[in-house]
């Protein structure tokens, strides 16, 4: 899915993504995924990038920088406006695979190359071309931005969390620009998923289905501009959609480590809503995260309904009357699970 309007074709038309895979990723793991084709192909000169060190590079790094360009190109903002200013960036990612592979390369390598400092397994490339927290750094030292930069690193709500970041940023006075978006990309296999029944055994991942039986990995990448809504028609920008408010919490104290808490989750959206001053009654949309894990299902949190539902005093301490619950979606089953990136999925 080369843009965004590849991504609705694929949502409109169920397209299943998933696939084998391919020959280059690995030969000891999970059966089936969705795969990015060409994450190895980068045009390092376009960045100011060395071959050298662009190859030391993890390629979510480089995934990260088209992206940034893309989406700065398509809100209509020439890259060299935003040089020097205070854009920030936060990107959500959780994943360090391309330090195996790497690692083993310069484990190959012999002495003599390695000491080199022209090799491209030099020390100092390995290090910043695999640190996951420079992902979102590296897009600030290419584009030159000043504002805060931050790889945000909480799994699956990675992006999300981002995003809230990233509306702060410019209301806190930190940005007037700020970029949010998340990159994930499955290099290596990861028999461990498999092990303790994560991963569905036939590609297929049924969300709110009986015949869930665990998910499938996914890769993916999104990158969305992001200014206060007087900037942006100040701007003459094209505004695509409004973020009024959001949450963040936690499901402290449940039964496991991961195993999801329905009051918690349920008091999220709550939260959300009251930041947003939105009376979930008029909600008639929710995008919702279904992992598709069989010994969790029944817990993967509150029915939409539940948020409106439960609760008499949501916003503004007014008593609320019950609501038909809103139609509901999850891209889950057609592109699977893109881990940190899965909040960009949503939102797009």
């Known amino acids: 899915m080369p843009d965004p309007a590849a991504f609705w074709r694929l949502l409109r ?3 299943d993504a998933v696939t084998g895979v391919p020959p280059d990723r690995w030969a000891d793991g999970p059966a089936w995924g969705g795969f990015l084709t060409g994450v190895d192909r980068f045009d390092a000169g376009f960045f100011g990038i060395s071959a050298r060190e662009a190859a030391a590079m993890d390629p979510q790094q480089r995934l990260a920088l088209e992206l940034a360009w893309e989406a700065v190109e398509d809100a209509g903002i020439p890259a060299t406006d935003l040089r020097g200013t205070d854009t920030s960036v936060f990107m959500g ?11 083993e390369s310069r484990a190959d390598s012999s002495a003599d190359s390695r000491a080199d400092s022209g090799s491209v397994f030099g020390a100092y490339h390995h290090y910043a071309g695999t640190h996951r927290s420079l992902i979102a750094n590296r897009v600030s030292s290419v584009f030159g931005l000043r504002g805060p930069s931050l790889t945000v690193d909480c799994g699956q709500s990675s992006s ?16 007037s620009v700020a970029l949010e978006g998340g990159v994930h990309l499955n290099l290596v296999g990861n028999r461990a998923l498999t092990d303790f029944g994560a991963l569905s055994p036939d590609g297929r991942c ?14 993916g990448g999104g990158l969305v501009v ?21 949450a963040v919490n936690n499901d402290g104290g449940g039964a496991g480590l991961t195993v999801p808490v329905a009051d918690a989750q349920a008091d999220l959206p709550r939260a959300a809503y009251r930041d947003a001053g939105v009376d979930p009654a008029a909600v008639h949309y929710a995008e919702l995260h279904g992992r598709a894990t069989q010994p969790l299902r029944p817990r993967c949190g ?19 009357s ?4 809103p ?8 592109v699977r699970r893109w881990w940190p990136t899965s909040g960009t999925c949503s939102r797009a």
């Open 13 to 15: 038309t169920g397209t």
């Open 93 to 103: 990612a959780i994943s360090d695979d391309y330090a195996v592979p790497l690692r």
């Open 160 to 175: 999300l969390v981002g995003v809230r970041l990233a509306v702060e940023s410019p209301r806190r006075g930190e940005a």
């Open 206 to 219: 049924f969300t709110f289905d009986a015949r869930a039986n665990g998910y499938v990995r996914g890769e």
């Open 226 to 246: 992001l200014k206060s809504l007087a900037r942006a028609r100040a701007d003459g920008d094209r505004v695509h959609s409004l973020i009024l408010g959001g």
């Open 302 to 320: 509150p029915r939409p309904r539940d948020c409106t539902t439960t609760s008499r005093r949501v916003v503004g301490g007014r008593r609320m």
């Open 322 to 325: 019950p609501s038909r619950s």
């Open 327 to 334: 139609r509901h979606g999850r891209r889950r089953p057609v």
